[in-house]
């Protein structure tokens, strides 16, 4: 079983930027593809980004891409997101989220019901 913590979170103003961080414990982290989600208020969680075991394979959201970056620290067994030009719809709570299926097969996913173990979010607030 993996135990997942996120960190990172808090206020920024739009334009800003924010890292967060997940950090892995309980289980072999590299074998695992990892993601990270979010969820505003009323709506619906929905994938941002994902990256491979290796981290040599990334996948990103179109409402993010381009401003996010996902990377990951096998030895520190420690996922990041890089958050840049930060917009005010960005506000929603994070979660970081563990894929044990496809991580042993080298893939990733956007799914969240693909996704085995979840850590319990940070909050990201972008004021305008």
């Known amino acids: 079983q993996v135990h997942l913590v996120e960190s990172g979170g808090g206020l920024v103003q739009a334009g800003g930027s924010l890292r967060l ?42 409402s993010v891409k381009g401003r996010f970056t996902i990377s990951r620290d096998n030895a520190k067994n420690t996922v990041r ?13 994070y979660y970081c989220a563990a894929d044990r299926l496809r991580g042993s097969r080298g893939g990733i996913s956007q799914k969240n019901t693909d996704y085995d173990y979840w ?7 972008v004021s305008s």
């Not at 958050?83 to 709570?93: F, H, I, Q, W």
Request: glycine share 12%; charged share 15%; aromatic share 12%.
């Open 81 to 93: 997101l890089q958050m840049n030009s930060l917009k005010p719809e960005d506000t929603a709570v």
């Open 21 to 62: 961080s997940c950090a892995a414990s309980g289980g072999t982290f590299s074998s695992y593809a990892m993601g990270w989600f979010r969820q505003a208020p009323g709506k619906e969680r929905e994938f941002v980004a994902a990256i491979s075991w290796s981290g040599s394979t990334t996948y990103y959201a179109d």
């Open 119 to 125: 850590g319990q979010g940070t909050q990201v607030t």
